[in-house]
Structure formats: C-alpha cells, structure tokens
C-alpha cells in the first residue's frame, strides 16, 4: 500500500484525499492501515446522523458544524452512500447547502462511494473515520440515509447516534418499535414548525417513557428543531455534549473504541476465511457441480458438504 | 427441522405460514429446506419490484396481482423490510391498498422481517420465494424499498425486475449512472400524470439508448403509468410478457435458476467457514487480545493474524 502515513498524521489534504480513495477502491479490506494510524485514534468524538430522505440532515450537518466551528473544532463529515440510486441527486443539493464549509480548510465533507463492496461497507467508513481521526479531526460525522440494514450499522458504529425524524414520521414512530430506540440517543423531530410536530414529540416521548429504565444506560431524548430557521439548534448541541459527558462519565467511549475494533477484526477475518477458503481448486468444484444437466438433480446441501470435506 | 413439507407442496396455508416464520426466525440459515423442495422448484416467474418510498409501488404491485389473477395465476408477494423503521408506517397503507386481494385464496402477501440477519437476508428471501414456488404459486413478486445495497440484492433474486420512479426522480435519474442501470429490465415512471413525465422519460430513454447494444441482452423499457388511475397498465404488463417470453427464449430463466442456487451455496459456506472457525476457544482468544490494558498497543493486524494461524 502506497500510504503516505506522515502525510496523513500532519493533516495534509492530499494523503488524506489519497488514503480514502484507496480505502474506497480497493477489492479486499486492509488491516494494515489501521495498524499503522492505531496509536493515533480514539482522540476523535464520532457522530451518527440517520434518517430518512428528505428529512433535512444535511441542513442540520451543516448547523453541528457551525457549532463545532465555534469552538474552533476541526470537523470531518463522511456522507455514506451517495451513489445509491435514489439519493444521488439529494447529494448534488447538500453539496449546495454545506458549500460554504467547502472553504473551510478545517472541515472535510466526502462522499463514501459503496456500489458493489456492501460486504465491508462499515468497516470501510470506519477506515474513512480512523483516517480523519489519525489527521486530528475533532469531530467525525457520518451521514447516511438510514434505511437499509447497513446504512444503520453505520450509524451505529458512532459515539452518538442522532435520528432524524419530521412530523409526518407519525406512522413511522408507531412502526419503529425496538430497531430505531436501540440505536438512537437523541431523536430530533426536524420541520418542526410544520404541522403535527407537536403529536410526534409527545408520541415519541411517551414511547420512550415507556422503556424500563437501565442504570448507567443513556435515557434517548426528544428534540424539536427547525434546522433551515435555526431553531432548536441550542437544544440539540446541548443534548449532545450532554450525551458526550454521559459517554465519558460512565467509558462508553472507550468501551465503544474496543467495540469498533472488535467488529473490525471479525470483519477482517470472516474476508480472509471466505478467500483462503475459495483456492481455484473449490471454485472448479463448485463450477462443475452447477454444470450438472439436469439442475434439479442437485442436492444444494450436499454440495455445501462436499465443499467443507 | 419440523417442516411439513407434504403441506407445501399441497399449498396448505398453515404449512406454508409457518415454514415461511421458521425460516424468518432461524439464527442460521438451513439448506435442509432447500434440499427438501429443490425437485419442485423452478416453475414459479419471480419479478422484482424495487424504488424509493412513495412511488406507488404498492398500488402498481396490486395492478399487477390483477393481471395475473385475470390469467387465473396464483401470486405471492413478498414485502422485504416493512419492519425497517422507515417504512413501517407504509406498510400498514399496503395492507389497505392490497387488501382485496387478501380476501383471495389464490394470492398470499407476506411481509419479512429482517431486523438483525441482515447477512442472509437475500437468502431469506428468497426461501420464502422457494416455498411459495414449491407450493404452485405461478408469480411471485418482490417488493422491495429499494434504497439499501442489500434490498437491491433481493431486486437481483427476480427474473425480471421493475424499476419504480416518479416524475419527481429527475436529478435522482442523473445521478443513477450505473447501478440501477444494471438491475433494472423495466423502468416504470409512475404518477404520470404529474409534471415532468414526459422529461423523465426522455432523459431515462436517451440515457438507455447511449449505452451500447449487446447481441442476446435485453434492451431495458421504459414505461408511463398512473397506477392509481389505472393508466399505462397494459404498457406495464405487455413488457412484462414480452421480457418473460425473452428470458425464456434466451435461457435466462434457467440461468437465473443455477446462479441462485449458486449464490444460496456460496452464502451457505460463508456462514459454515464462520460457525466452524469462531470456536469457544478462539472467541476466548478474542476477547482476552481486547482485554488489553492500553488498547493502543494492540496490533489489530496481528490479532488476525494470530486467530487464523
């Protein structure tokens, strides 16, 4: 790998540029960066924004980091899935609403492609963070478009989880159940001066209340913004350093850091076994089994076995 | 397993219903099922129809269930991820939409549940479609939120997959590029009647026609409907005959066939490499590496490697 680590570690926006597109590109997932800028991480606070399309994140993105702008943090943003299908065109938009940071030589926004490598897609923003992180970015924001599995597991690979909601997400609340409430620990009900805002949030609320409360666990929280009149911002920045306190308090953050590792390591080796496992040799069997005439033949799970032995 | 296969195979709803919740609710994947019904698969014309959330792709599933109801087909649906907590609250308006349809013996609609599997979710999938074609459905359709990389996976299962927009999805049309262009043997621009029809389907055909033409590969059609209105249907489902009779000419279908069986092996070998390597031995061994007192002196690279050795 031709990373230029030095470069990386002094900020310097071309070896960053490089190491992403690297990490983006390449077919098989490589430790060996995270071994190199491993003793540079874990300084960077990582924060989630997930929600539906439309529901104003970017705008809001654009708001935290104008917060952390003021208080002289050096803020990356990762946008996750830019390239899907649907989103592509929100993308072009966002650049628009965060262009001004653009300028900023301390904030970084950029697309994560993930066509055609979903096997290691969070593994992969991860790298991207680990590599902002290693370069001294403060704040890492992942962006995604949370509604597949895989974008969520982005999200959640996060210190703090935002999930941005807009009051028509009525229905949505009421279906949401178990798979949101677990990852979210700020819901931000965006638009908030539309109509319903206010049913959302008791809603919300009132199923949060609900939950049994866990000692040492981070009771989610509700709040109402209007990100594009610029209201409720103080409300969310808040929650969340109040959220940052809470992790720090009770070593969560560091707890969170052996977690990421620990999925990467998983990662890492569930790749090597599947590509130790798949010589030319198995591949020719598994292609001559398929060959056979008549398909219906085949006995699928024999073949699995034969494979294995 | 206490699957009644003779339940199946006699279209016994009860067997049907409730080899379909084994199947959504196993922790591993099990090839056993598939051994079981392969001899009677095959028969069953599987479509896929994916887009993002509002395109009416409920209301165009339902005109489709018609259309093969009126060839006196049988047909099942299956809806991915209506647990995701985006599209929850959607589903519950399918139900409605499709809801005389329930009333039909001849038709089965079914959502799955993938929170939390989300590795086998395609394989999931498309053993409950195994079961409704081991149990003489003739159609089977696919309905999938087609924002994730792993519900266009599912969209990949079909023989023939319809690709929902609106007239809306202009820029989304620009930034589509490859992806979507690869799955999709029809787009259908839905809600037809509103503004900018006419452009999105111009600038989706110009699209299709700069892409060079491969003897003995199908030409992807675009096609204008209102659903709602019951517009364009017979354009829809015209295209639809037209690309099954190619499939066939062609011998896609039974290639599609063997490709998924062979995805299901593939998939089945990774699960079984996993569960054989991730002994309680070396899950100890794991966890004793993190256990380090100074994370930052761990070598991620070397605990992979020490866990494969």
Redo the contacts between chains.
């Keep these: 790998m031709k990373i230029d680590f030095d470069g990386i570690l002094n900020s310097r926006r071309l070896a960053i540029t490089r190491a992403l597109s690297f990490v983006e590109n390449a077919d098989n997932l490589d430790?060996?960066l995270?071994?190199a800028l491993?003793?540079y991480?874990?300084r960077a606070y990582r924060i989630g924004v997930t929600?539906?399309?439309g529901a104003g994140k970017s705008t809001l993105v654009d708001k935290i980091i104008d917060y952390w702008r003021g208080l002289d943090k050096r803020v990356a943003v990762i946008s996750v899935?830019p390239?899907?299908?649907?989103?592509?065109?929100?993308?072009?938009?966002d650049r628009v609403r965060m262009g001004r940071h653009y300028a900023d030589k301390n904030v970084f926004i950029r697309s994560m492609a993930?066509?055609g490598n979903?096997g290691g897609?969070a593994i992969r923003a991860q790298d991207f963070a680990d590599i902002f992180d290693a370069a001294g970015y403060d704040i890492i924001i992942y962006e995604t478009?949370?509604?597949?599995?895989?974008?969520l597991?982005v999200a959640k690979a996060a210190d703090t989880t935002i999930?941005v909601l807009v009051p028509e997400?009525?229905?949505?609340?009421?279906?949401?159940?178990?798979?949101?409430m677990e990852i979210a620990d700020l819901f931000v009900i965006n638009k908030a001066d539309r109509q319903g805002a206010n049913q959302a949030f008791a809603q919300l609320q009132s199923m949060l209340e609900m939950r049994p409360r866990v000692e040492g666990t981070w009771p989610p929280q509700v709040i109402k913004t209007s990100a594009i009149k610029g209201e409720g911002l103080t409300d969310l920045t808040s929650a969340l350093r109040e959220h940052q306190t809470f992790l720090e308090r009770h070593g969560i953050i560091?707890q969170n850091?052996?977690d990421r590792?620990?999925a990467?390591?998983?990662t890492?080796?569930?790749e090597?076994?599947?590509s130790?496992?798949w010589t030319a040799e198995k591949r020719g069997l598994?292609k001559k089994a398929?060959a056979i005439e008549n398909?219906?033949?085949?006995?699928?799970?024999?073949?699995?076995q034969t494979?294995?032995n």
């Design positions: 430790i060996s995270t071994d491993f003793k991480l874990g929600g539906p399309p899935d390239t899907s299908p649907f989103t592509g065109g929100a993308i072009l938009g993930t066509r979903h897609l478009v949370g509604v597949g599995q895989v974008e597991d999930v997400s009525g229905d949505d609340i009421q279906a949401m159940k178990a798979g949101l560091r850091f052996r590792v620990s990467k390591i998983l890492h080796i569930g090597q076994l599947s130790r496992f598994l398929l398909i219906q033949d085949l006995v699928p799970g024999k073949v699995v494979l294995l």
